[in-house]
């Protein structure tokens, strides 16, 4: 009886062990790892082409292995292994502030239900006023001439209450937002409302930047 249960046990230990045990999602910064399905899955890189965002995403199946890798967009299916639950749906490629900062994929046993983001040609944002976007809030702080004579536009990006960060943009420099790569154009000051009769007291207007999206 010892000896029949000892073999029941040991069938079980081996059928776990060779299962394979997979999350929902995965979030992945760029340039970070993690095991999926007993594979190395790496995001390489972001990158953003023909006005949508891509990521190179790498699987690896032993730490030594050739790298299976791929130019994935949300929505796209990736297959991690042959073994059951363990295709994945890109969910999400995200990237926001400079073109440095470093972006993050989303990767889950659902797909995606929302359609793709479509960027707009372009935006104009004013200073001293906040934007929206997806779940950050981005605002304006100031908009300043630099000590080398090229208008700045200081941004500060927060989560809720909690700061993800700040940066300053000079002209034609590109920035993130979300999935949209755009680029700052026509960084104007605050100006003086100039009115037709004097006995008006002038307004001053606020700054604005506008976002071209790159082609």
């Known amino acids: 009886m010892?000896?029949?249960?000892?073999?029941?046990i040991l069938l079980v230990l081996i059928f776990l062990g060779g299962?394979?045990?997979?999350?929902?999602?995965?979030?992945?910064?760029?340039?970070?790892e993690t095991i999926i399905c007993g594979s190395t899955v790496i995001v390489d890189g972001i990158w953003f082409a023909d006005g949508?965002?891509?990521?190179?995403?790498s699987i690896l199946e032993t730490p030594r292995s050739k790298a299976i890798t791929g130019g994935y967009m949300a929505g796209d299916v990736?297959?991690?292994?042959?073994?059951?639950?363990?295709?994945?749906?890109?969910n999400s490629i995200t990237k926001s502030g400079?073109?440095?900062s470093k972006g993050n994929v989303i990767l889950s046993t659902n797909p995606l239900?929302?359609?793709?983001?479509?960027?707009?040609?372009?935006?104009?944002?004013?200073e001293g006023r906040s934007y929206k976007i997806d779940s950050l809030d981005w605002h304006l702080a100031e908009i300043r001439k630099s000590d080398s004579g090229k208008m700045e536009v200081y941004i500060n990006v927060t989560y809720l209450t909690e700061k993800i960060s700040d940066f300053t943009i000079s002209?034609?420099?590109?920035?993130w937002l979300s999935g949209c790569l755009y680029?700052?154009?026509?960084?104007?000051?605050t100006s003086k409302d100039i009115k037709a009769d004097p006995d008006i007291i002038c307004e001053y207007l606020p700054g604005s930047v506008r976002l071209r999206k790159v082609k």
């Open 2 to 8: 010892k000896r029949i249960l000892g073999q029941a």
């Open 52 to 57: 949508i965002i891509r990521a190179d995403i």
């Open 78 to 90: 990736i297959t991690i292994s042959s073994e059951p639950g363990c295709t994945y749906y890109v």
């Open 183 to 189: 680029e700052a154009t026509d960084i104007m000051s």
């Open 19 to 32: 299962s394979v045990y997979c999350q929902e999602s995965y979030s992945i910064p760029e340039s970070g």
């Open 98 to 100: 400079l073109k440095s």
């Open 171 to 175: 002209e034609n420099e590109p920035i």
């Open 113 to 126: 239900v929302q359609p793709i983001q479509q960027c707009a040609d372009e935006m104009i944002m004013d």
